[in-house]
Each structure stands twice: as C-alpha cells, then as structure tokens.
C-alpha cells in the first residue's frame, strides 16, 4: 500500500515537470515572435528615417533663396523683372541649366488661363531671360556656369511678349506667382504684387 502511494505521488511530480516545460517553451517561444516583431519594426523606422533624411537634405541642397525682385525694363512686348537671389543656406553649387523659372499669371480674355511664362537661368541671353550678373562680383563663378553659396546674383526675366497665352507683363493691381526649381533640388514660390510698373519698383 504504501508503495503504491509513493509510486502515485512520483506520477504527479512528473505531470507538473512536463507542464511547467510546456509553459516555459510557451515562453520562449512568444518572446522569440515579440522580439523579432520589435526588430523588423525597429528596422523600418531607422528605413523611415533614412529616406526622410535623405529626402529633406535633397531639398535642401539644392534650392534658390530670393533676395527681392523689382520691376524691369518695360517695353511695348519686351516687359521685363529683376530677380535678385542666392542659394539657400546649406545648398551646394548649382549648375545654371538646372535652375528652372515660371511665372504664372491671369491671360487674357481671349487666351487659355492662366497664362505662364518661363525659361531657365542659362548665361546666354535669349527669349526669355538675359544674362545673369553675378553682384559679389565673383565672374568665375558665372563663367563657368555655376552658382556658389554664399555668392548674391541678378538675372532680368523677359515676362512680358506679344502672345497672349504666354504673356505675364507687369500689371497695375494684379498678383502673380513666381516658382524657381532646382533640378533634383527644391523649389521656390514667390507672389509678385504689382502697385507700380515703373522701373525699379519692388514687388517682393
């Protein structure tokens, strides 16, 4: 009798060995599915970051900072601005052709609105822009068509011509938006507010 007791209580020793087993593997096994939930998360917040980072010194580093803007030489059809600019703190150099400019504005009752006028900052005087004039004086840098940091420039944009649908000549009264890019950089949105057309007059 006292045999079959004893044997009875090992039985049981055993059943609670095996069940504290079962619940302890239980264990390992949430901890191991907690941890690795925890490390691909954490990997793809540090995946987040990186881009967002990445993104925001793109936009950073490359974008036109406007110092001010007045009126330009106005003739009939040739109706032009001053844009005087530099880069943004924290931009590196930027090549002339990357730089990009438009300004949009309401057309006229027979064109398609609204009506937009641009062009690009290349030194060679065309259509749409005339050459830009470096104002720190630094040639080099307009020679080799490249705006510095740190550098200050003048560029005159024709926005004025004979063609309706593209014609944003200065306005007595009326507001238009002046947006410079950066290929693969940031861009820049300005409003041009017209009290005056004569020359010299600030808009900005």
Request: with cysteine.
């Amino acid at each position: 009798m006292q045999k079959d007791m004893r044997t009875e209580s090992s039985d049981d020793l055993g059943s609670i060995g095996i069940g504290a087993m079962i619940v302890f593997i239980a264990l390992i096994l949430v901890a191991a599915v907690a941890s690795a939930v925890i490390i691909q998360t954490g990997e793809k917040l540090q995946q987040n970051a990186q881009q967002a980072g990445s993104d925001t010194q793109q936009e950073i580093s490359g974008k036109i900072s406007i110092v001010t803007v007045w009126v330009g030489q106005q003739t009939v059809n040739v109706e032009r601005i001053t844009v005087v600019f530099e880069l943004a703190p924290g931009s590196e150099p930027i090549l002339n052709t990357n730089v990009h400019w438009t300004v949009i504005c309401d057309g006229s009752a027979a064109a398609v609105l609204p009506a937009i006028h641009d062009g690009d900052f290349g030194t060679t005087a065309g259509t749409s822009n005339t050459a830009v004039v470096a104002l720190n004086l630094d040639t080099t840098a307009i020679a080799n068509g490249i705006f510095l940091p740190g550098g200050t420039y003048m560029v005159e944009f024709e926005v004025g011509d004979a063609v309706a649908t593209s014609s944003c000549a200065p306005t007595i009264g009326e507001e238009h938006a002046l947006v410079i890019s950066v290929d693969g950089g940031g861009t820049t949105y300005e409003t041009l507010s017209y009290t005056s057309i004569s020359q010299g007059d600030a808009v900005v």
